[in-house]
């Protein structure tokens, strides 16, 4: 029997799941990002290649976080900041849980008011997003709460961290509607360093497909120390650093990647530890020991940013967060990929013009963040949604319709949600809740749907 339906169905929101209310979904036809690669030529030379070759003329090979940094978030050049990129949905380059369907964010609002429930105190609460999208998600958990009596006149404002202009307009235009209706403030942030710690609120926060496009940097343990994996051209003599090594920790759940060189850009190891590669080995314990030859992708990004996490909740008035993510409990050697047009191509194609991420090693979120809140999991998104009652929503929804199309659509979409095969086992999903949340200072052991409670005999 679901749990949370039966442990919580007295407080409302499990007879909301029951409800028909549907939002026009997207009858698109999903392809995960990591379906096949590519041999498409590299063309010529990108904005940002000719700035990566500037670059390494005048201080030689960059790391992969700089890399990273030009190819996504260039203010000009930069794939997230060209309004020509589609980005999203089946014209784009990849397309999201939230895009599939409208369940995935009802059943985060559903996780997310739960916590806010279950605090003695019922402050006012604001809702933070880190990396809206189109605000299709943003949107559905809207929509949840002002459906849910409990939670109505209590949303204060939303709070959006992005840096695209293009991307903000876009957000504006999907979540105008319910600010009105709602009466409540949306503003914009660059960091999420900027959003102000306010005392007498509580913050729900959710980070979706966020810290995989975060900047990191490639290191690799020799006798020497951790040295850097750079990048350089591959046809420029004057580079005289050595290959990395070919050992790697190439694990079942690792994404397919090219390892050619490209027709331009090569991987190369700095002959010394860099300041960088020096600092991000200590980053975890979980590092100390590995053995000569390991490489691992280490994000100070990510820390920084699951650091602002944890200040945003830790506070008086308390909060909550749930990350989801590719990823794993673990460090990976070699996951970075790019995507384009729906398909895996080389790390080094047409930089600027390609969506690059990587695996999330959620054990150094963790870790980032631990002194401050308590953190849940991660587990699959497959579970978190059957325990969350998608089987539920799915049944309601599809009562909701006569069109054999659209009933099969709603089918369809939370399928794909929960899949073993495909995003169901690839997402993960991290809680996260304030020390406080259980009352009187008091650390909260379990959240569901993060812990599995077991029928007694």
């Not at 006149?153 to 979540?175: C, D, N, Y």
């Not at 999903?429 to 812990?451: H, I, N």
Request: net charge neutral.
């Amino acid at each position: 029997m679901l749990k949370f339906a039966t442990r919580h169905g007295s407080n409302g929101l499990f007879s909301w799941l029951r409800q028909p209310s549907c939002r026009h979904g997207l009858n698109a036809r999903t392809v995960l990002r990591a379906r096949m690669m590519s041999g498409e030529s590299f063309g010529t030379l990108t904005d940002v290649e000719k700035i990566m070759l500037d670059s390494v003329k005048a201080t030689g090979p960059i790391s992969f976080s700089t890399f990273m940094q030009l190819s996504l978030g260039h203010p000009t050049h930069g794939y997230y900041m060209k309004p020509e990129h589609a980005v999203f949905g089946t014209q784009g380059d990849f397309i999201t849980s939230p895009e599939i369907s409208q369940m995935f964010g009802e059943l985060v609002a559903l996780w997310m008011i739960k916590q806010w429930m279950d605090t003695i105190v019922k402050v006012p609460f604001r809702v933070v997003e880190l990396g809206p999208g189109r605000g299709t998600l943003m949107d559905d958990i809207l929509r949840v709460l002002q459906q849910l009596p409990a939670a109505r006149g209590k949303l204060k404002s939303i709070h959006l961290v992005e840096s695209s202009a293009t991307m903000r307009a876009l957000q504006e235009g999907k979540l105008r509607k319910a600010s009105e209706e709602g009466n409540f403030e949306i503003m914009w942030h660059d960091a999420i360093e900027e959003i102000e710690h306010e005392e007498g609120i509580f913050t729900m926060l959710v980070a979706h497909e966020f810290f995989d496009v975060l900047p990191v940097n490639v290191i690799e343990r020799t006798e020497q120390g951790w040295n850097e994996v750079l990048i350089a051209p591959s046809s420029d003599p004057s580079i005289k650093y050595t290959m990395p090594s070919s050992k790697s920790d190439q694990k079942s759940d690792s994404p397919p990647h090219l390892h050619h060189a490209s027709s331009r850009w090569t991987r190369v190891l700095s002959p010394t530890p860099t300041a960088s590669s020096t600092l991000l080995g200590l980053a975890s314990p979980r590092f100390f020991s590995l053995p000569v030859g390991t490489r691992i992708e280490v994000s100070r990004a990510s820390m920084n940013q699951a650091r602002g996490i944890g200040k945003l909740i830790n506070t008086k008035g308390g909060g909550c967060a749930l990350v989801v993510d590719y990823g794993a409990d673990r460090a990976f050697s070699d996951s970075l990929r790019a995507f384009k047009q729906h398909k895996i191509v080389d790390i080094f194609c047409s930089p600027g013009e390609c969506d690059i991420t990587m695996n999330v090693d959620f054990a150094l979120l963790k870790e980032s963040m631990a002194d401050l809140v308590s953190t849940y999991g991660p587990i699959s998104q497959r579970d978190f949604l059957t325990r969350m009652g998608i089987d539920i929503r799915t049944a309601a929804l599809v009562r909701s319709t006569s069109s054999p199309e659209r009933k099969k659509a709603i089918e369809d979409g939370a399928n794909r949600l929960i899949d073993p095969l495909g995003m169901g086992e690839q997402y993960k999903v991290l809680g996260v809740a304030a020390k406080s949340m259980g009352g009187g200072g008091q650390d909260v052991a379990e959240v569901w749907p993060f812990t599995v409670i077991h029928d007694s005999a």
